[in-house]
């Protein structure tokens, strides 16, 4: 039964991880404009947390900073809080992320160990605790936060672009899981953006980029509302590229 | 969980959650097997996220895909309670 077209129910909350800056910070306030209840988590940036759901409450929304980190392997508790304070949470934004970057003859066992395990281990562990009540709910929205690395190759970086290529993969078959369900899942992967993640970059990286300057994380952000919102129900398993024309 | 569920409880918490799926009710029998019903594993997956919820009963991948019937999965929700 193709039937299924759902919209989002009131109070639904949305999880952004890794959402004290940057890109993680821009997605909390563009799906707070847009009127989702948002869960900013945070692993050590309170502060930067707390400036994030003053911003989203100082703009008439609804938000609570949620500390916790990703990689502990503890979802159940993060979600249980965030339904009992905001409401149930109906969109999952993976968007924590890390780095270390090395080439692969002399990246260490813990340079990768540590950016699989946060990059993908504990976006795979968020999407299945989110996906259950996502389905019993009928409406739902996994947002993973790819890379242009990954599908593309970056020296220095095998690391990282295995595990965001792994996310796209992941993103493509949970899609198919549960979209009968009412939930999609999609990838957004951004090219260069500014943060603090891509400070250290050198000037001549944006040669790569057609349209020969950095995104903003607002571009980004714009991305992931719109694959949050009801628009996009019918827009599942798929990847957006935010980069400029680099993966064109 | 301590307390004792009777298979009546069990099977009137399923009868309840197949028509979700777009079980037709008057199919539901303990005889019935989930392939007849056209319940699917994705299905089956909610139904074991409903009992969890209901009786505390956790089923995992490998238990589901043991059951077969109606009756099948009320057994085993009755004898994990226990």
Redesign the interface.
């Given at each position: 039964?193709g039937d299924l077209v759902s919209t989002r129910p009131e109070h639904a909350t949305a999880l952004v991880t890794g959402a004290s800056k940057g890109i993680g910070a821009a997605i909390a306030r563009a799906l707070a404009d847009d009127g989702w209840a948002v869960g900013v988590n945070y692993r050590s940036d309170e502060a930067g947390a707390r400036r994030v759901v003053e911003a989203i409450e100082s703009a008439g929304g609804r938000a609570l900073a949620i500390h916790g980190d990703v990689t502990n392997g503890a979802p159940a508790e993060l979600f249980a809080r965030l339904e009992s304070e905001l409401g149930p949470v109906l969109a999952l934004v993976n968007n924590a992320g890390v780095r270390a970057d090395g080439l692969a003859i002399q990246l260490e066992d813990d340079d990768w160990g540590r950016v699989i395990d946060t990059n993908l281990t504990a976006a795979f562990r968020m999407t299945r605790q989110a996906i259950?009540g996502m389905?019993?709910a009928r409406f739902g929205r996994v947002v993973n936060l790819a890379s242009v690395v990954g599908p593309r190759a970056n020296a220095g970086q095998a690391n990282y672009a295995a595990a965001k290529a792994g996310l796209i993969g992941m993103t493509k078959t949970v899609a198919t899981?549960?979209a009968?369900?009412g939930v999609t899942v999609n990838a957004v992967a951004p090219g260069f953006i500014e943060t603090d993640m891509t400070a250290d970059l050198p000037d001549t990286v944006m040669q790569a980029v057609p349209a020969r300057r950095a995104g903003t994380p607002e571009e980004v952000a714009a991305a992931v509302r719109f694959l949050a919102s009801d628009a996009a129900g019918y827009v599942t398993g798929t990847t957006l590229f935010v980069d400029g024309g680099m993966s064109a | 969980m301590a307390t004792t569920i009777s298979p009546e409880q069990v099977e009137g918490t399923v009868r309840d959650a197949l028509p979700q799926f777009g079980v037709d009710e008057t199919q539901i029998t303990r005889d019935a097997s989930f392939e007849e019903l056209d319940v699917d594993s994705l299905d089956l997956a909610e139904l074991s996220q409903i009992i969890e919820d209901e009786y505390g009963v956790q089923l995992k991948g490998d238990d589901v895909a043991k059951i077969k019937t109606v009756g099948d999965a009320v057994d085993l929700v009755v004898s994990r309670a226990a």
């Open positions: 039964m259950k389905i019993r899981e549960v009968r369900r | -």
